[in-house]
Nanobody, 124 residues
């Protein structure tokens, strides 16, 4: 499985960015995809997840109503980020993994496949 992120960059507060994650080699019929982010000196945190089985999405409280996770038929994963804030500055990673009993996990350990990351910088 290969995941390749793109779309990061530098924007001002209030701006928007759309991240993409090209997915290849993922043959499972049911899987979870997620976006995580990590700022310097902080632990990596889950931002949003999506389950391909029914399209269910979940968001961290810090990004709810500002970010939208989606996936197209070609399995490319997206993260539309609006109303960006300086605290959104981080390296963003896409990840893929099997669903759990109750859907997608919020834990890094549940995602065995990761991209290399794309940097998002929001200036005030």
């Amino acid at each position: 499985v290969q995941l390749v992120e793109s779309g990061g960059g530098s924007v001002q507060t209030g701006g928007s960015l759309k991240l993409s994650c090209a997915v290849s080699g993922l043959t499972s019929s049911h899987y979870c995809m997620a976006w995580f982010r990590q700022s310097p000196g902080k632990e990596r945190e889950a931002v949003a997840t999506i389950y391909n089985g029914d399209g269910r999405t979940y968001y961290a409280d810090s990004v709810k109503d500002r970010f939208i996770i989606s996936q197209d038929n070609a399995k490319t994963l997206y993260l539309q980020m609006d109303s960006l804030k300086p605290e959104d500055t981080a390296m963003y990673y896409c990840a893929a993994g099997p669903p759990g009993l109750y859907g997608c996990s919020w834990s890094e350990s549940s995602f065995p496949f990761w991209g290399q990351g794309t940097q998002v910088t929001v200036s005030s």
